[in-house]
């Protein structure tokens, strides 16, 4: 979906939903390092904080206020924070609740 979403925002859609994804693999990679060194509350408030920031720049883009061409870079910070927090924090504490 997240192409359709891309339309009208940048030239060529296909390239954003690329780029989305590319952050994605990323920041995955960042997570496995920081979640072992950091603490897992700091984690979700800062994963939490910056998906709320990353909305708000979104809206702003998608209201007009900003070029449109920033939605994009609205996206791919939400993914990051995402992927940093609230992505896999969830599953790491599952798992360790109930043993295999």
């Given at each position: 979906y997240s192409t359709n979403f891309f339309e009208g925002v940048i030239e060529n859609p296909l390239?954003?939903?690329?780029?989305?994804?590319t952050v994605?693999?990323?920041?995955?990679?960042?997570?496995?390092?920081?979640m072992d060194h950091a603490n897992r509350r700091t984690l979700l408030l800062c994963s939490s904080g910056g998906m709320f920031l990353s909305c708000?720049?979104?809206t702003a883009a998608s209201l007009g206020?900003?070029?449109?061409?920033i939605a994009l870079a609205a996206v791919m910070l939400f993914v990051t924070f995402f992927e940093i927090g609230l992505g896999p924090i969830p599953w790491l504490i599952t798992a360790e609740y109930f043993d295999a």
């Amino acid at each position: 979906y997240s192409t359709n979403f891309f339309e009208g925002v940048i030239e060529n859609p296909l390239v954003g939903t690329v780029w989305v994804n590319t952050v994605n693999v990323l920041a995955t990679f960042v997570a496995l390092k920081v979640m072992d060194h950091a603490n897992r509350r700091t984690l979700l408030l800062c994963s939490s904080g910056g998906m709320f920031l990353s909305c708000l720049l979104l809206t702003a883009a998608s209201l007009g206020y900003t070029e449109k061409s920033i939605a994009l870079a609205a996206v791919m910070l939400f993914v990051t924070f995402f992927e940093i927090g609230l992505g896999p924090i969830p599953w790491l504490i599952t798992a360790e609740y109930f043993d295999a």
